[in-house]
């Protein structure tokens, strides 16, 4: 069949027809993408969109950016190979100078990589068994309000339980420990205060023999969380538990998948604390917008045998060209201090929309890893934070930007954060149209519904 001149509605049908009812995006985004350029992309009917979701982030340059399709080109008229298991070729070895030159040097100089299956959750994966290799240790601490991926391991992390409950025999002993936040802190606290209770938490359960947390293998974070609604990690926070993780050889696990390479405003997001991990967990960017993975980590680590972990295409060459294409115009633009520029501009303009209507609780994030959180101020509610958190009305925003032309994604508890992840080459005039485009459409939304205010100036 020619889908040339076919519209959404036609392709959207046989979509549900024949794919997984476990598929997620096109019950909120019901377009079919015709083509797509940089911020842009064109559906099946003609209409055009800002994309804020990117592939979940993991388009740092947009789609289809000239040095991206260059650098394919090139390898393929080159007749390279493009699958080669572990087998080592000058696009891999490139890719790596790359990935490496991006790294802080007091990182990379002791570091070893491993490639894993394209996703970033096989990461996760290999990142678990070399703590637990290296150490002989079983249990793993993560955090409330963590997103690692959907295989088992990954998922036994997660902090939403929608996702885990209907899943047996996940990973053993796992441990959740409180992440801090100042609008919804686990302690009813937040501020300085608040994350000095987190961490000092964690202090006593390491060191409480009553804890009932075996010696662990290791601790996996997320700098900033994504899946949870752009959450960040206080700087003072994560200079603790690096402390508390190091004093207590404890490898930590830094899991940078959707923060990595700039999202920030940082290269990479540990860096403003200015720590380093013990393991990096990295996809999304570093493939240039094709499937890579990749777990980088201390030397002191590398105990695995032969074989210890593979996947077949960990040999993906086409996504190391795309990849260090990517890394290598990222570094030489500057654009991680770019996205500190825009996203700041951008935060501005959602702050000055949630200033208005008090149906928004808060906006968090940093760089253009953004958040903005509806609440429903006059419901019941127990949970950590001030106000419930609304998903029905963060639903009908996101609805009302789509049909306004901007792509953006939910995140957050019950799905209640409208979540910005724009590629990094957004320019300022583009941030000022997507906001714009937002703050009307919340105003739109709220306009139709009953009991919601606007804030008196």
């Known amino acids: ?5 076919t519209g959404n509605a036609t ?19 019901p377009l079919a993408i015709r083509e797509a350029e940089g911020l842009r992309v064109t559906d099946m009917d003609g209409n055009d969109y800002y994309d804020c ?17 260059e650098a394919m080109e090139r390898t393929l008229d080159a007749n390279r190979p493009i699958h080669t298991l ?15 030159e991006s790294l ?13 299956s394209p996703a970033g959750t096989d990461a996760v994966e290999a990142a678990l068994k070399l703590v637990k290799t ?7 601490l993560g955090f409330q309000g963590a997103y690692h991926g959907m295989t088992n391991g990954a998922l036994s992390l997660m902090g939403d339980t929608d996702a ?6 996940l990973m053993n002993d796992v441990h959740h420990l409180p992440y801090p936040s100042d609008y919804r802190c686990p302690f009813g606290i937040g501020g300085e205060e608040g994350h000095r209770t987190a961490s000092q938490y964690v202090e006593g359960l390491l060191s409480d023999p009553g804890s009932g947390v075996p010696e662990p293998a290791g601790m996996i974070l997320e700098p900033v969380q994504g899946e949870a609604g752009a959450v960040p990690a206080p700087d003072e926070w994560l200079r603790e538990i690096r402390r508390i993780t190091r004093e207590r050889d404890v490898p930590l696990i830094l899991d940078e998948i959707q923060t990595g390479l700039g999202r920030t405003g940082e290269l990479y997001a ?3 604390a200015d720590i380093s991990p013990d393991v990096l967990t990295l996809s999304k960017a570093i493939g240039g917008g094709l499937p890579l993975a990749v777990v980088v980590y201390d030397e002191s680590l590398d105990v695995w045998e032969p074989g210890a972990h593979a996947g077949t295409f960990r040999g993906n060459q086409l996504a190391m060209a795309a990849g260090e294409a990517t890394i290598d115009h990222v570094l030489e633009h500057d654009l991680a201090d770019h996205a500190a520029g825009v996203g700041a501009r951008l935060r501005d303009r959602l702050e000055s929309t949630a200033g208005r209507f008090d149906a928004i609780g808060d906006v968090h994030g940093r760089g253009l890893m953004l958040g903005v959180e509806f609440v429903d101020r006059d419901a019941d509610w127990s949970g950590p934070g001030p106000h419930a958190p609304n998903g029905d009305l963060a639903e009908s925003v996101q609805a009302e930007c789509f049909d306004r032309g901007l792509i953006i994604e939910l995140g957050g508890r019950e799905s209640a954060t409208a979540r910005f992840l724009p590629p990094l080459i957004v320019s300022a005039k583009q941030i000022g149209e997507i906001a714009t485009i937002f703050d009307e459409a919340v105003a739109s939304v709220l306009e139709g519904r009953k009991g919601t205010r606007e804030v008196s100036a």
Request: hydrophobic share 30%; net charge neutral.
């Open 104 to 116: 802080p040097d007091e990182f990379s100089e002791h570091a070893k990589i491993q490639f894993c």
């Open 86 to 100: 572990d087998v080592s070729t000058p696009t891999k070895e490139r890719f790596v100078d790359s990935l490496f």
């Open 11 to 29: 392709i959207l049908s046989q979509q549900a027809e024949r794919e997984s009812n476990a598929r997620t995006y096109p019950r909120h985004l």
């Open 1 to 5: 069949m020619s889908y040339r001149d």
């Open 134 to 140: 290296a150490t002989g240790n079983r249990s793993v």
């Open 270 to 272: 540990f860096e403003r």
């Open 164 to 169: 885990k409950e209907p899943i047996p025999g």
């Open 53 to 69: 979701l990117a592939g979940a982030g993991t388009l740092a340059l947009g789609h289809n950016h000239p040095r991206v399709i």
